[in-house]
């Protein structure tokens, strides 16, 4: 049998629920004191060494990214189809590293959200959207190469099949980064 009573179980469902509601207010009034506070003051909140590193990483992501679509751009165009797949990789990386890190690293210095309800929903679906096509781009470029294996001499309708492989990635990262939009 249970050593406590129907009362000290509502009464305990009681405390842990009130305990809640404190936890949210001070969650709020948090929110409140920052809103109050003075630049300097907020100035002295901010994480500057997580700071530091996005902003590290998001240059790092980019510069990186735009080196490797202009050196596969300078190649000799035997490989064109290959060549589209891995520059829409890098554009979908790019999108990935300035919605995730580099917003990531502004949203640490501004410390609160500006950008309202709506403007919070569409950095969600742009974070998403990046990732999700950047991975969805990695499964086209796999699937190319194993189409090219399977039916080496089908390269003349390869043209076709990067672009609707590479649609049909932008698409699938777009439709499953939506429900973000609803949340």
């Known amino acids: 049998m249970?050593?406590?009573t129907s009362s000290e179980r509502v009464n305990y469902d009681f405390l842990s629920m009130t305990e809640s509601?404190?936890?949210?207010?001070?969650?709020?009034?948090?929110?409140?004191?920052?809103?109050?506070?003075?630049?300097?003051?907020?100035?002295?909140?901010?994480q500057w060494d997580r700071v530091i590193v996005y902003s590290f990483l998001c240059i790092l992501i980019i510069l990186t990214n735009l080196i490797a679509i202009i050196k596969t751009y300078q190649r000799p165009r035997r490989k064109v189809g290959a060549n589209n797949l891995f520059f829409h990789l890098c554009l979908a990386d790019i999108i990935a590293g300035i919605m995730v890190v580099g917003l990531d690293a502004i949203h640490k210095i501004t410390i609160q959200w500006?950008?309202?309800?709506?403007?919070c929903k569409l950095f969600k679906f742009f974070q998403a959207f990046g990732i999700l096509s950047?991975?969805?781009?990695?499964?086209?470029?796999?699937?190319?190469?194993?189409?090219?294996?399977?039916?080496?001499?089908?390269?003349?309708?390869?043209?076709?099949r990067i672009k609707i492989i590479t649609l049909s990635a932008w698409l699938f990262g777009a439709i499953f980064s939506f429900p973000q939009v609803f949340s």
């Open 134 to 160: 950047s991975t969805y781009l990695v499964v086209a470029i796999s699937l190319d190469r194993c189409l090219a294996v399977i039916d080496p001499i089908g390269t003349g309708q390869a043209s076709t």
């Open 114 to 119: 500006h950008f309202g309800n709506i403007g």
């Open 21 to 46: 509601v404190n936890i949210s207010e001070k969650s709020h009034e948090s929110d409140k004191e920052i809103e109050n506070m003075g630049i300097s003051e907020q100035l002295g909140t901010i």
């Open 2 to 4: 249970d050593s406590q």
